[in-house]
């Protein structure tokens, strides 16, 4: 058993911190932690990230010296996007995160209160204690069903031509880091989440055969931020709401809040909830749930055409409304912009949404 860890450094506190969840979000902020010099434990089962992870290439430099990733022009929306796009290769990532400072813990977490977390080999207790286990379940879900194949391929961010009749669903085609090919049919946004049967379905109806590692993702895409005034552990990355309703990113949002948090740390907790969420960013976000009541009333056709019309923006509109999390002005006027370019069926559904 540990106890309770508050020392003053000369003028600046430093603090004990747990962090449970070993993804991107919690080694993103163990990392950013123990460089302020903060006492850190991570808790984690394992010691692999095995989902494939992208930001847009502009914000790789968010990830930390050592990183590497895989840039390509991706084609959206029948159009190539103006911003280029990443894939990480997690084992560099995940090496470049890891420090003298964090001590990492093989185990789960069975409970956590803002203090303490119980494990599933004893009790750690510390001055503040951080949940990055992940999206908690929601109402709306993005699934995928991914094949990974050896032969290149054109890279495709959205391709929302339907290959049979149904609910709509994109290929997502990206290169990975080992020179392979990871081919993915995606649901963006269903209530519930499209099955991995009908989506292997449908790319194969997509592409033929293709065989390969398959790689299987689902997670909730409507998150809410936490109460203002919540308690228990401060929630971090994916479990806080980061998740992009129209992307379902997270990563680059962890890693740019990742210091920020660290550095708010020695005010308390309260403070630290309310740099996660300031009320920009909660402006943001209702904003963005606004967006994604638009998607869910789209039909498979409508999809395709919402999409051509907002990759038709010009890039500092895609860019606030895609990666802007506090840029409220940005946001407003992005989807200004996209529904004065939507025709009136289009614009009846963002009315109505």
Same mark, same amino acid.
């Given at each position: 058993m540990r106890e309770t860890l508050v020392v003053v450094w000369w003028d600046r506190l430093v603090v004990g911190v747990v962090v449970v969840g070993g993804g991107p979000a919690g080694w993103a902020l163990a990392r950013a932690c123990a460089r302020r010099g903060h006492a850190v434990t991570l808790v984690a089962p394992g010691h692999r990230w095995h989902a494939t992870y992208g930001v847009w290439a502009d914000e790789a430099r968010l990830l930390p010296p050592g990183s590497r990733w895989v840039t390509t022009r991706v084609r959206g929306g029948g159009r190539v996007l103006p911003r280029e796009y990443a894939v990480l290769d997690n084992d560099s990532v995940l090496a470049a995160c890891a420090s003298p400072g964090i001590e990492v813990v093989r185990a789960r977490a069975t409970a956590m *209160? &803002? $203090?303490?977390? *119980?494990? *599933?080999? $004893?009790? +750690? =207790?510390? $001055?503040? +204690?951080?949940? &990055?286990? $992940?999206? =908690? =379940?929601?109402? #709306?879900?993005?699934?995928?069903?991914? #094949?990974? #194949?050896p032969e290149p391929r054109e890279a495709v961010f959205m391709d929302w031509r339907q290959p049979t009749d149904g609910p709509a669903t994109f290929l997502y085609a990206i290169p990975l880091p080992d020179g392979r090919m990871l081919l993915e049919e995606t649901s963006l946004a269903r209530e519930p989440g499209l099955g991995f049967d009908e989506l292997r379905d449908r790319l194969h109806a997509r592409l033929g055969e293709v065989t390969g590692p398959v790689e299987r993702v =689902?997670?909730? +895409?409507? +998150?809410?931020?936490?109460?203002?005034r919540a308690r228990g552990p401060i929630r971090f990355g994916a479990a806080a709401g980061l998740v992009h309703p129209a992307t379902g990113f997270s990563v680059a949002d962890a890693f740019r809040l990742a210091p920020v948090v660290a550095d708010t740390i020695g005010r308390g907790q309260r403070a630290v909830r309310r740099v996660i969420w300031p009320w920009r960013a909660r402006l943001v976000y209702q904003l963005r749930m606004r967006g994604l009541a638009t998607l869910l009333s789209l039909t498979a056709t409508e999809h395709e055409e919402f999409f051509d019309l907002f990759f038709a923006l010009p890039v500092r509109h895609q860019r606030a409304y895609l990666s802007g999390r506090t840029d409220v002005l940005g946001t407003v006027a992005a989807m200004t912009a996209l529904f004065r370019a939507a025709p009136a069926h289009l614009r009846r559904k963002m009315i109505a949404s």
């Open positions: *209160t &803002a $203090g303490s977390a *119980t494990l *599933t080999t $004893g009790e +750690v =207790r510390h $001055g503040m +204690v951080f949940d &990055a286990t $992940g999206a =908690r =379940r929601g109402e #709306v879900e993005q699934t995928a069903y991914g #094949v990974i #194949v =689902r997670f909730p +895409v409507d +998150v809410p931020p936490p109460p203002r």
